[in-house]
């Protein structure tokens, strides 16, 4: 580019300028869509990322922050080498790291990134007209600029990454984590010598929960407090002995309870050891079930129980039962089908606004109340012909009675009622 640069005309090297910063400004315009449009693409070309609600949403933040930073460095005329390292960006890999995911993934995503984010700039070049030379070296220059950048976080983020992989294999936890993780992909495990560096026995009942917490601040970690309440938790159900507690990232823990050959536990239990915690914790909870069998299904059920409450994107109870959402979690498999699902049982009924989350709460609770109105109206704390009347509203947007088609109704309410926004529509106006 600089050879380039020294055949042309000043008055052409600052029109280069010019175009470069207009294209990053129209980018940074709408750097939510270009966001978007890339979390798509990864979606689709990276396996790992498939149903990670968590580890989506760092990626997602890793997304904005390298793309705002590439677009403030084209912009502005700023060196690739002078910008900084954006902390999203290194908490990603970091999350791949303690995940066990390979770095060839990580590096993958930049490039498929920088793919995609050039293809973007290349676009908007085209709205430009010009003599030919010109658009030329502007295109080399966006290219330049966006490799260097990209060359440069790249090894930035592989530095991280491997700085971090070797913290989180001196940890113990890794150790036990590995362990769990061949038990539960299914693969010839030594069950003796499993136990005993687990310290867990898997001839019993077990409880599987999936606990986890946010950062309250920088470098803050909710795993100790999350490790204390798992202790409690045990103490207060009467286990024998302690719950196995395995740590998945910096952020959330796989938990079993070990409950002898006892097939019930107490939910209230739970609810109170997890609000005892002096911050904010989430605890998703799966079936007991017995054996090594017993132990992954009670796992997976937790997991899928955690999945509809990170898709819901809304204030959850602290505890979760599969019991509860099971139904749910199927339907987090494909958002996009549920949402277009939901949207031909509802209609209308599935506007996200108040005066329709509260015909859709009022049809839910009458027909879980076995389409009792006195057991609705108990429930809703309110006058038994208040409930008809919403039940007369509901059923003029459904234009049916609630009464038909019961079974996909009672679905498609509680897929509202648990996921929100995602699967509602938007407001009208």
């Known amino acids: 580019m600089r050879a380039i640069r020294n055949d042309m005309a000043a008055d052409d090297s600052v029109l280069v300028s010019q175009i ?3 294209i990053a400004a129209s980018m940074s315009g709408h750097l939510r869509s270009v966001v978007e449009d890339l979390r798509e693409r990864l979606l689709r070309e990276i396996d790992y990322l ?4 968590r580890l989506l949403e760092v990626l997602t933040a890793s997304l904005e922050a390298n793309i705002g930073t590439l677009t403030h460095i084209l912009r502005h005329g700023i060196a690739a080498s002078n910008a900084e390292t954006p902390p999203a960006a290194v908490e990603y890999a970091r999350r791949l790291a303690q995940r066990g995911i390979p770095v060839s993934s990580l590096v993958r995503c930049y490039r498929l990134g920088q793919d995609s984010f050039l293809r973007w700039c290349l676009e908007e070049l085209k709205r430009y007209g010009g003599e030919a030379h010109v658009v030329s070296a502007t295109a080399l220059e966006l290219v330049g600029i966006t490799s260097a950048y990209i060359d440069l976080a790249t090894q930035r983020m592989v530095a991280e990454y491997e700085d971090e992989r070797d913290r989180w294999a001196l940890n113990q936890g890794a150790v036990r984590a590995g362990r769990v993780r061949d ?8 069950l003796e010598s499993a136990e005993v560096a687990l310290d867990y026995g898997f001839r019993q009942q077990h409880l599987g929960l999936v606990v986890w917490g946010d950062r309250e601040q920088p470098g803050d970690s909710p795993l100790p407090a999350l490790e204390r309440m798992v202790r409690s938790l045990g103490q207060r159900m009467g286990c024998l002995k302690p719950p196995l507690f395995v740590p998945v990232d910096e952020l959330s823990a796989w938990v079993w309870l070990p409950l002898g050959q006892r097939t019930v536990w107490d939910n209230e239990v739970l609810a109170e050891a997890a609000e005892a915690v002096d911050r904010p914790i989430r605890v998703a909870v799966g079936a007991p079930g017995g054996g090594v069998r017993g132990f992954r299904r009670s796992h997976r059920q937790a997991s899928q129980a955690q999945a509809v409450v990170v898709a819901g994107q809304k204030p959850a109870p602290s505890v979760t039962g599969f019991e509860e959402v099971g ?11 549920t949402r277009a699902w ?3 049982i509802l209609g ?3 506007l996200d606004d108040e005066p329709h989350a509260r015909l859709r709460e009022t049809v839910r609770v009458f027909l879980s109340s076995g389409g009792s109105y006195a057991a609705a109206a108990a429930h809703l704390g309110m006058h038994k012909n208040s409930v008809q009347y919403r039940l007369r509203k509901a059923e003029e947007v459904l234009g049916r009675p609630v009464r038909e088609d019961r079974l ?3 679905l498609a309410l509680s897929a509202c009622c648990w996921l929100g926004k995602t699967v509602l529509l938007p407001k009208l106006g």
Do not use: Q
Not at 50 to 53: M, S, T, V, W
Not at 184 to 190: A, I, N, Y
Not at 330 to 335: E, K, S
């Open 408 to 410: 996909n109704l009672e």
């Open 50 to 53: 498939d149903g990670d609600e």
């Open 342 to 344: 939901v949207a031909d």
């Open 348 to 350: 209308a009924l599935a």
């Open 183 to 190: 038990l539960l992909d299914g693969r010839d495990v030594d």
């Open 20 to 22: 470069v910063s207009s």
């Open 327 to 337: 139904h749910v979690a199927l339907m987090c498999n494909d958002i996009e089908e």
